[in-house]
């Protein structure tokens, strides 16, 4: 079995026709058609990894706490310690 994913623009003619088309196949078992929306997600539905979400959420807290780094454009490993 292959799994396509298509981005069709709804609003234009061959993207309404692309439709239509896709429409005329859903009462076949042999083909399964999975609709989105880009523009929604469902509750919980997330386009970002577990482990990106987790870093922010403790930069947000470390925000919170005050334990923030202050760079200095002008000597950005410096500021860092690394230098």
């Known amino acids: 079995m292959k799994t396509l994913t298509v981005k069709i623009n709804e609003r234009t003619k061959i993207g309404k026709a692309f439709i239509a088309m896709f429409d ?14 880009s523009r929604k997600l469902d509750k919980g539905e997330s386009i ?11 930069a947000e807290e470390n925000i919170k706490n005050g334990e923030t780094t202050t760079l200095d454009p002008n000597d950005i490993w410096g500021s860092l310690g690394l230098k």
């Not at 005329?24 to 929306?37: A, C, L, P, Q, R």
């Open 24 to 37: 005329s196949f859903k009462g076949f078992e042999e083909i399964e058609i999975i609709e989105t929306d």
């Open 48 to 58: 970002y990894s577990p482990e990106f979400i987790e870093k922010v959420r403790k």
